[in-house]
């Protein structure tokens, strides 16, 4: 029989790194085109954030800022005007937010009601308050509500009723503001309810007509939950945005009459930029960040989609 020979197996040879990918212009294309909006977002972003806290453990005596620690977080508790600040933050986050949204849901659904004629000049009407600038509409609102010469009180003057100290009275204040707010906010919130509006199928709707639901039934068992995600975004918009509240305020009443209007924005700005107490502001600005992502939280744990 035929011998076969057998090659003798060589030892596997041992493999050396392999070569690192040499870094082009192609790899460093998307960092280049990158980089000029992660410097204007550190400069203009991180910087004062990473400041304002540097500044919220200082506090300036005698024109010299002294190293404080964390004393002027620990002074806003003692601080009455602080939490009469807080109070009136929420209060109208409490009143003023949920009558808005509400009228905000109506309107949307107003909007989209096939019955109404000229439904794109509606939307831009309603929606047009909120391309007004802050100042522009708190500076009419003042001229409007002002008790001597405001064409609100000279309307009510020619049916019989006197004058309303708008912005003079602590409450008619406190309620001149929130009307400022509703009007300026509620057709923006009507917008986004109303994309979301538009999204549900219509089939719900005839479905829930043949099972015998009236138009009420359909809009708290189709609309409403239809309209959750929207109802969350614009509670979360409409819960930070009152928190920082200060253009209004400031410019309707000045944060008076008797603090009645003194907002956390305002009490910030005023400790800033009047009493030039940076360090006790910084504190108050790192103190409202935390309670907006407090109150941002327990709102998507309630309003969240919980499947």
């Known amino acids: 029989m035929p011998v076969t020979k057998t090659r003798p ?50 506090k300036s ?24 600040a807080l109070k009136n933050t929420g209060i109208i986050l409490l009143v003023q937010v949920p009558v808005m949204l509400a009228l905000s849901t109506g309107l949307a659904v107003a909007l989209d009601s096939a019955f109404l004629r000229a439904r794109a000049i509606f939307r831009l009407g309603f929606f047009l308050p909120m391309v007004t600038g802050l100042v522009a509409y708190g500076v009419i609102f003042s001229v409007l509500l002002n008790q001597q010469y405001g064409l609100i009180n000279w309307l009510l003057s020619n049916v019989g009723i006197g004058g309303v100290p708008w ?20 057709g923006y919130n009507a917008v986004i309810l109303l994309a979301r509006l538009q999204t549900i199928p219509g089939e719900l709707y005839d479905a829930a007509s043949v099972d015998g639901a009236g138009a009420w039934k359909s809009f708290c068992h189709v609309t409403l939950p239809g309209l959750r995600p929207a109802i969350l975004l614009t509670t979360v918009l409409s819960t930070i945005g ?7 305020p400031f ?57």
């Open 251 to 307: 410019i309707l009443t000045g944060g008076g009459p008797d603090n009645a209007t003194l907002t956390i924005g305002v009490y910030l700005y005023q400790n800033a930029f009047t009493y030039f107490d940076f360090g006790y502001a910084s504190a108050i600005a790192y103190v409202l960040a935390v309670l907006i992502g407090v109150l941002g939280l327990i709102q998507f744990r309630v309003l969240g989609d919980k499947s």
């Open 9 to 58: 197996v060589s030892a596997p040879q041992k493999k050396g790194p392999e070569p690192r990918p040499r870094l082009t212009a192609r790899h460093l294309a998307p960092y280049a085109f990158v980089l000029p909006a992660a410097l204007l977002f550190a400069v203009f972003k991180l910087y004062p954030i990473g400041w304002s806290f540097f500044l919220s453990l200082f």
């Open 242 to 248: 009152t928190l920082q509240i200060f253009d209004e």
């Open 167 to 186: 912005l003079t009275d602590p409450l008619w204040a406190q309620i001149s503001l929130g009307l400022a707010l509703t009007w300026h906010y509620t």
């Open 61 to 84: 005596v005698d024109g010299v800022d002294a190293y404080v620690g964390f004393d002027n977080y620990g002074r806003l508790f003692h601080d009455p005007l602080f939490w009469t």
